[in-house]
DNA sequence: GAATGCTACTAGAACGTTCTAGTTATTATT
DNA sequence: AATAATAACTAGAACGTTCTAGTAGCATTC
């Protein structure tokens, strides 16, 4: 079970150990008779080339290192589909890192990444400050996804107004008192708050807003409060959120879609089954994937600039929770 | 922005480079008067220890690599938190790599983990052949969770008693056309498949199965031909199918639980809420995830067993859809 | 007061790659 | 026929750590 290096195959193949190194990394300077000739001696070895190795002696070795906040929110899993949908195609790398509902804990998530020495770094829904964020941009390059930050690349969704998209949607179907479940942990907080406010003002409508937390259970527990006002539509912050409020409205005997309206955020494909068939905007997740995929693979390059931000507009999808 | 390295630190805090690394990797051999030096120094030049060459020169590393099948389905996220449940308390690190839908990507992300050079590998969801795992298994420690695999350490659920469980419940609610949504392509499928029809020939009745592939669409699409078929009640082998013959029931105008019952089978969290309210068979994946974690550090000693498998006991959790 | 053990530290050789600067052949150009 | 250009290959120095074997100093033991 000892290890196989590329000295063992170099010296089985009667080449020098450069030449192996040309031939696995597919670059020119060999001749494909002894590429293939290596290959086969390499296969017989069991030689595997070592990736730490690799990446300690190569400068140019283009590893993209990509954070996810929470598995348990499928927005994630669709930006990370939008990553990876460009990056398979190229010859980068990746290394993955994952958050959890510990505080700290996306900022040892960063420092591992940065540790593994990624020459980009793309976050999913960091939570951490802007100051400290603003720290990390210092020590690397980082292109924050769905959260925006000053003086930090980013990918995100228009919040503010797909926010006004959703309130004006629920205004226009005749509704009068319009609440907000909101979530200040989250990305995009500020600016949907500010939709929100902005659009329920605009239609001389009064502002009803309940915060929770990240937790399906606590907007269950926060959209009881909500409903005990009696609204007769609720925005949730995000889709998880929203499976709350419809949880809530179930456990009290309430339609979605017909005594209370639901409108939610982020367009999983949760909210796309029929059995909840959750009207919601949709924050494009994959596309934002994409583009922050695209802007790693341009700051790979030395001509990079320091900074690139794109936003996206959001889009509202009707379906029968707020028709 | 020129990397600062071990010997920058050395130099500035007016020490041997042995020495630094011997503090920051927080083993004895260091005062704690020049520990505390070193960090304020290393501190404020910026360093930070570069991972590619420690795990190139170390021996005893102790980095346990985890590939997850597919991040749209909770139970990994699931078992993931399992997995680090255990793996925070202690001192090993964490190589991350997810699969796709892509039917040979989950061998090339076990490769880019051993190129990684992990000394353990947990492995969820694999769908690779018996053959090609027992290639791997000859190669590297794995671990395999969810999928039970001859040769191989794994950790699972005990997938036929908990078809058994389903629908022995369906039974004794009375059912006696009782459908099985299944699909090949998933861990445990013959398990659950024995399992369904052992449990329906010996209370008597005729199986009916219906296969499927991954997708929750095309889940929903054989649903529908499944219902064509008149069961009073349908075991579909996991919740997303579950949610797709729950998609296709009340788009033809059935109701869940009522006129058609339905269990599903992994207890994500989904399946816990009100609006669905799934009737579904627990795995126990956070266990599981817990599992092989243990079984992975005690994999890390030298004296360890060449296979170790471990298999839970699965629990019927009644809601709703089949009360 | 010599031997022993312990703590705090260091020198220098690994670890397995990549990369720069060559060296040979071989082919093309004048 | 001489020169230039190209292709195929190599030697050896990085890369930034860890680890083994050791030294110096000091307290403890007999």
Same mark, same amino acid.
């Given at each position: ?5 590329i000295n063992d195959v170099a010296k089985a193949a009667g080449v020098s150990r450069s030449l192996v190194s040309i031939a696995y990394r597919g670059v020119q300077?060999?001749? @494909? ?29 283009? +590893? ?9 929110? @499928? ?26 509902? @510990?505080?700290?804990?996306? %900022? ?6 940065? =540790? ?6 793309? !976050? ?15 020590? +690397? ?71 929770? +937390? ?13 409903? !005990? ?6 925005? =949730? ?16 005997g309430l339609k979605p879609g017909q005594d209370i309206h639901v409108v939610g955020f982020d367009n999983t494909s949760l909210s796309q089954t029929p059995v909840l068939a959750l009207t919601s905007i949709d924050p494009k ?10 802007? %790693? ?6 001509? %990079? ?19």
């Amino acid at each position: 079970m000892g290890k196989v290096t590329i000295n063992d195959v170099a010296k089985a193949a009667g080449v020098s150990r450069s030449l192996v190194s040309i031939a696995y990394r597919g670059v020119q300077g060999v001749s @494909e008779a002894t590429a293939e000739h290596i290959f086969q001696v390499g296969k017989k070895l069991g030689y595997v080339p070592n990736l730490n190795a690799a990446r300690l002696a190569s400068k140019k070795l283009n +590893t993209i290192g990509v954070f996810l906040q929470d598995l348990h929110n @499928e927005v994630f899993a669709d930006v990370f589909d939008g990553i990876r949908a460009v990056l398979d195609k190229g010859d980068s790398q990746v290394v993955l890192a994952v958050g959890s509902a @510990e505080p700290g804990h996306d %900022a040892s998530a960063l420092d591992t990444l940065i =540790a593994s020495q990624v020459d980009v770094i793309i !976050a999913a829904g960091l939570t951490m400050s802007d100051s400290q964020l603003a720290k990390y941009a210092n020590r +690397t390059k980082i292109i924050s996804v769905t959260r925006k930050a000053p003086q930090v690349s980013s990918v995100t969704s228009d919040d503010y107004h797909g926010a006004k998209l959703a309130v004006n949607h629920l205004i226009s179907r005749g509704h009068s008192k319009i609440a907000f479940l909101a979530n200040p942990q989250t990305d995009g907080y500020t600016d949907r708050l500010r939709g929100y406010q902005d659009a329920v003002k605009q239609a001389g409508l009064k502002p009803m807003i309940q915060q929770t +937390t990240y937790a399906r259970v606590q907007a269950e527990l926060d959209a009881v409060k909500l409903i !005990a006002k009696k609204p007769t539509a609720i925005f =949730a912050h995000n889709d998880m959120a929203a499976l709350g409020v419809i949880d809530a409205l179930i456990s009290a005997g309430l339609k979605p879609g017909q005594d209370i309206h639901v409108v939610g955020f982020d367009n999983t494909s949760l909210s796309q089954t029929p059995v909840l068939a959750l009207t919601s905007i949709d924050p494009k997740s994959h596309a934002l994937g994409e583009e922050a995929a695209k802007i %790693a693979l341009n700051m790979l390059k030395p001509s %990079a600039k320091k900074q690139e931000s794109v936003q996206l507009t959001p889009t509202l999808v009707i379906r029968s929770t707020a028709p």
